[in-house]
T-cell receptor, first 113, second 111 residues
Framework: DGGITQSPKYLFRKEGQNVTLSCEQN?????MYWYRQDPGQGLRLIYY???????QKGDIAEGYSVSREKKESFPLTVTSAQKNPTAFYLC????????????FGNGTRLTVT | GENVEQHPSTLSVQEGDSAVIKCTYS??????FPWYKQELGKRPQLIID?????GEKKDQRIAVTLNKTAKHFSLHITETQPEDSAVYFC??????????FGSGTRLSIRP
Protein backbone atom coordinates (compact mmCIF):
# COMPACT_ATOMS: atom_id res chain seq x y z
CA ASP A 1 0.00 0.00 0.00
CA GLY A 2 1.68 3.17 -1.21
CA GLY A 3 0.06 5.13 1.63
CA ILE A 4 2.68 4.14 4.20
CA THR A 5 6.35 4.53 3.41
CA GLN A 6 9.12 3.05 5.49
CA SER A 7 12.71 3.82 4.71
CA PRO A 8 15.21 2.47 4.22
CA LYS A 9 14.30 -1.13 3.34
CA TYR A 10 17.61 -2.44 4.73
CA LEU A 11 19.72 -0.77 7.42
CA PHE A 12 23.05 -1.78 8.84
CA ARG A 13 24.58 -0.34 12.00
CA LYS A 14 27.41 -1.02 14.38
CA GLU A 15 26.65 -1.96 17.95
CA GLY A 16 26.49 1.06 20.24
CA GLN A 17 25.03 3.41 17.64
CA ASN A 18 21.54 4.84 17.74
CA VAL A 19 19.55 4.51 14.53
CA THR A 20 16.27 6.08 13.43
CA LEU A 21 13.73 4.33 11.22
CA SER A 22 11.41 6.49 9.17
CA CYS A 23 7.65 6.01 8.76
CA GLU A 24 5.47 8.39 6.76
CA GLN A 25 1.79 8.03 5.84
CA ASN A 26 -0.43 10.06 3.53
CA UNK A 27 -3.67 8.31 4.48
CA UNK A 28 -4.68 11.03 6.97
CA UNK A 29 -4.78 8.37 9.69
CA UNK A 30 -4.79 9.48 13.30
CA UNK A 31 -3.15 6.44 14.88
CA MET A 32 0.28 5.01 14.10
CA TYR A 33 2.10 1.94 15.41
CA TRP A 34 5.51 0.29 15.48
CA TYR A 35 5.88 -3.49 15.64
CA ARG A 36 8.91 -5.71 15.75
CA GLN A 37 8.94 -9.10 13.99
CA ASP A 38 11.53 -11.78 14.70
CA PRO A 39 11.82 -15.06 12.75
CA GLY A 40 9.05 -17.47 13.71
CA GLN A 41 7.45 -14.95 16.04
CA GLY A 42 4.46 -12.72 15.85
CA LEU A 43 4.33 -8.96 15.74
CA ARG A 44 5.23 -7.40 19.05
CA LEU A 45 4.06 -3.86 19.80
CA ILE A 46 6.82 -1.35 20.55
CA TYR A 47 5.02 2.02 20.66
CA TYR A 48 1.80 3.50 19.38
CA UNK A 49 0.35 6.96 18.99
CA UNK A 50 -3.31 7.90 18.76
CA UNK A 51 -2.85 11.63 18.11
CA UNK A 52 -0.10 14.13 17.42
CA UNK A 53 2.22 14.84 20.36
CA UNK A 54 1.01 11.79 22.26
CA UNK A 55 2.23 8.18 22.32
CA GLN A 56 2.11 5.12 24.56
CA LYS A 57 4.49 2.27 25.28
CA GLY A 58 3.69 -1.12 23.90
CA ASP A 59 4.86 -4.46 25.27
CA ILE A 60 8.55 -4.13 24.35
CA ALA A 61 9.33 -0.39 24.54
CA GLU A 62 12.63 -0.70 26.42
CA GLY A 63 15.54 0.53 24.32
CA TYR A 64 13.31 2.37 21.84
CA SER A 65 12.01 5.92 21.57
CA VAL A 66 9.51 7.67 19.29
CA SER A 67 8.13 11.09 18.50
CA ARG A 68 4.90 12.25 16.89
CA GLU A 69 5.37 15.88 15.97
CA LYS A 70 3.35 15.60 12.75
CA LYS A 71 0.27 13.55 11.94
CA GLU A 72 1.92 11.89 8.96
CA SER A 73 5.23 10.95 10.61
CA PHE A 74 6.14 8.54 13.41
CA PRO A 75 9.91 7.86 13.49
CA LEU A 76 11.34 5.12 15.68
CA THR A 77 14.79 5.39 17.26
CA VAL A 78 16.54 2.18 18.22
CA THR A 79 18.99 3.14 20.95
CA SER A 80 22.16 1.44 22.09
CA ALA A 81 20.23 0.31 25.16
CA GLN A 82 18.23 -2.17 23.06
CA LYS A 83 19.95 -5.49 23.69
CA ASN A 84 18.87 -7.35 20.55
CA PRO A 85 18.05 -4.73 17.92
CA THR A 86 18.47 -6.92 14.82
CA ALA A 87 14.93 -7.53 13.55
CA PHE A 88 12.29 -6.64 10.97
CA TYR A 89 10.42 -3.47 11.93
CA LEU A 90 6.91 -2.75 10.69
CA CYS A 91 5.10 0.56 10.88
CA UNK A 92 1.31 0.73 10.58
CA UNK A 93 -1.49 3.25 10.75
CA UNK A 94 -5.27 3.27 11.13
CA UNK A 95 -8.07 5.81 11.13
CA UNK A 96 -8.28 5.73 14.90
CA UNK A 97 -12.05 5.90 15.14
CA UNK A 98 -14.06 2.78 15.68
CA UNK A 99 -12.81 -0.61 14.67
CA UNK A 100 -10.67 0.26 11.66
CA UNK A 101 -7.91 -2.06 10.42
CA UNK A 102 -4.19 -1.48 10.44
CA UNK A 103 -2.43 -0.67 7.17
CA PHE A 104 1.21 -1.71 7.14
CA GLY A 105 4.29 -0.32 5.47
CA ASN A 106 6.79 -2.61 3.72
CA GLY A 107 9.07 -2.77 6.73
CA THR A 108 12.71 -2.05 7.49
CA ARG A 109 15.15 -4.86 8.15
CA LEU A 110 17.73 -3.67 10.68
CA THR A 111 20.97 -5.53 11.19
CA VAL A 112 23.29 -4.53 14.01
CA THR A 113 26.75 -6.08 14.22
CA GLY B 1 -1.30 -7.40 30.48
CA GLU B 2 -3.23 -8.16 27.33
CA ASN B 3 -2.33 -11.36 25.55
CA VAL B 4 -3.39 -13.20 22.40
CA GLU B 5 -2.56 -16.88 21.99
CA GLN B 6 -2.67 -18.56 18.59
CA HIS B 7 -2.67 -22.26 17.62
CA PRO B 8 -1.33 -24.16 15.83
CA SER B 9 2.04 -22.62 15.00
CA THR B 10 2.26 -24.69 11.81
CA LEU B 11 -0.49 -26.33 9.76
CA SER B 12 -0.27 -28.47 6.64
CA VAL B 13 -3.41 -29.41 4.73
CA GLN B 14 -4.17 -31.11 1.43
CA GLU B 15 -5.26 -28.80 -1.35
CA GLY B 16 -9.02 -28.60 -1.36
CA ASP B 17 -9.38 -29.40 2.34
CA SER B 18 -10.25 -26.90 5.08
CA ALA B 19 -7.91 -25.16 7.50
CA VAL B 20 -8.79 -23.84 10.94
CA ILE B 21 -6.68 -21.51 13.09
CA LYS B 22 -7.69 -20.67 16.65
CA CYS B 23 -6.97 -17.72 18.93
CA THR B 24 -7.82 -16.78 22.49
CA TYR B 25 -7.52 -13.35 24.09
CA SER B 26 -7.20 -12.24 27.67
CA UNK B 27 -8.78 -8.76 27.77
CA UNK B 28 -12.55 -9.07 28.05
CA UNK B 29 -12.84 -5.43 26.88
CA UNK B 30 -11.47 -6.37 23.43
CA UNK B 31 -14.01 -5.50 20.75
CA UNK B 32 -12.32 -5.90 17.37
CA PHE B 33 -10.57 -8.95 15.93
CA PRO B 34 -8.73 -8.74 12.58
CA TRP B 35 -6.89 -11.49 10.74
CA TYR B 36 -3.82 -10.81 8.60
CA LYS B 37 -2.02 -12.85 5.96
CA GLN B 38 1.70 -12.37 5.43
CA GLU B 39 3.43 -13.86 2.42
CA LEU B 40 7.17 -14.40 2.47
CA GLY B 41 9.06 -11.11 2.44
CA LYS B 42 5.90 -9.02 2.33
CA ARG B 43 3.89 -6.94 4.77
CA PRO B 44 0.82 -8.30 6.55
CA GLN B 45 -2.45 -7.75 4.69
CA LEU B 46 -5.91 -7.74 6.26
CA ILE B 47 -8.03 -10.65 5.03
CA ILE B 48 -11.07 -10.45 7.30
CA ASP B 49 -12.14 -8.88 10.58
CA UNK B 50 -15.00 -9.21 13.05
CA UNK B 51 -16.49 -6.92 15.64
CA UNK B 52 -17.64 -7.96 19.08
CA UNK B 53 -21.35 -7.61 18.32
CA UNK B 54 -21.14 -10.24 15.57
CA GLY B 55 -20.71 -14.00 16.01
CA GLU B 56 -19.67 -14.96 12.50
CA LYS B 57 -18.58 -13.32 9.27
CA LYS B 58 -17.91 -14.86 5.85
CA ASP B 59 -16.11 -13.63 2.76
CA GLN B 60 -16.05 -16.23 -0.01
CA ARG B 61 -13.79 -19.07 1.22
CA ILE B 62 -12.85 -17.34 4.44
CA ALA B 63 -14.90 -17.15 7.62
CA VAL B 64 -14.28 -16.00 11.16
CA THR B 65 -16.23 -16.98 14.27
CA LEU B 66 -16.19 -15.24 17.63
CA ASN B 67 -17.21 -16.57 21.05
CA LYS B 68 -17.04 -13.62 23.45
CA THR B 69 -17.97 -15.69 26.47
CA ALA B 70 -15.02 -18.01 25.93
CA LYS B 71 -12.82 -15.16 24.60
CA HIS B 72 -12.07 -17.27 21.58
CA PHE B 73 -12.12 -16.63 17.82
CA SER B 74 -11.21 -18.76 14.81
CA LEU B 75 -10.33 -18.44 11.14
CA HIS B 76 -11.75 -20.99 8.71
CA ILE B 77 -10.47 -21.37 5.15
CA THR B 78 -12.40 -23.77 2.93
CA GLU B 79 -11.37 -25.33 -0.39
CA THR B 80 -7.75 -24.38 0.20
CA GLN B 81 -5.57 -23.46 -2.75
CA PRO B 82 -1.77 -23.20 -3.17
CA GLU B 83 -1.94 -19.41 -2.94
CA ASP B 84 -3.34 -19.74 0.59
CA SER B 85 0.14 -20.80 1.75
CA ALA B 86 1.39 -18.01 4.04
CA VAL B 87 1.68 -17.00 7.68
CA TYR B 88 -1.60 -15.98 9.28
CA PHE B 89 -1.90 -13.70 12.32
CA CYS B 90 -4.86 -13.06 14.54
CA UNK B 91 -5.10 -9.86 16.56
CA UNK B 92 -7.29 -8.21 19.17
CA UNK B 93 -7.93 -4.55 19.83
CA UNK B 94 -8.07 -3.99 23.55
CA UNK B 95 -8.25 -0.77 25.56
CA UNK B 96 -7.93 2.45 23.57
CA UNK B 97 -6.16 1.65 20.31
CA UNK B 98 -3.75 -1.03 21.48
CA UNK B 99 -3.71 -3.91 18.96
CA UNK B 100 -2.03 -7.14 20.07
CA PHE B 101 -1.10 -9.95 17.67
CA GLY B 102 -0.88 -13.70 18.09
CA SER B 103 2.38 -15.50 17.34
CA GLY B 104 1.29 -16.61 13.87
CA THR B 105 0.43 -19.83 12.04
CA ARG B 106 2.46 -21.00 9.06
CA LEU B 107 -0.05 -22.64 6.70
CA SER B 108 1.23 -24.95 3.96
CA ILE B 109 -1.04 -26.35 1.25
CA ARG B 110 0.06 -29.74 -0.11
CA PRO B 111 -0.66 -30.33 -3.81
Amino acid sequence: DGGITQSPKYLFRKEGQNVTLSCEQNLNHDAMYWYRQDPGQGLRLIYYSQIVNDFQKGDIAEGYSVSREKKESFPLTVTSAQKNPTAFYLCASRRGQGESPLHFGNGTRLTVT
Amino acid sequence: GENVEQHPSTLSVQEGDSAVIKCTYSDSASNYFPWYKQELGKRPQLIIDIRSNVGEKKDQRIAVTLNKTAKHFSLHITETQPEDSAVYFCAARSSASKIIFGSGTRLSIRP
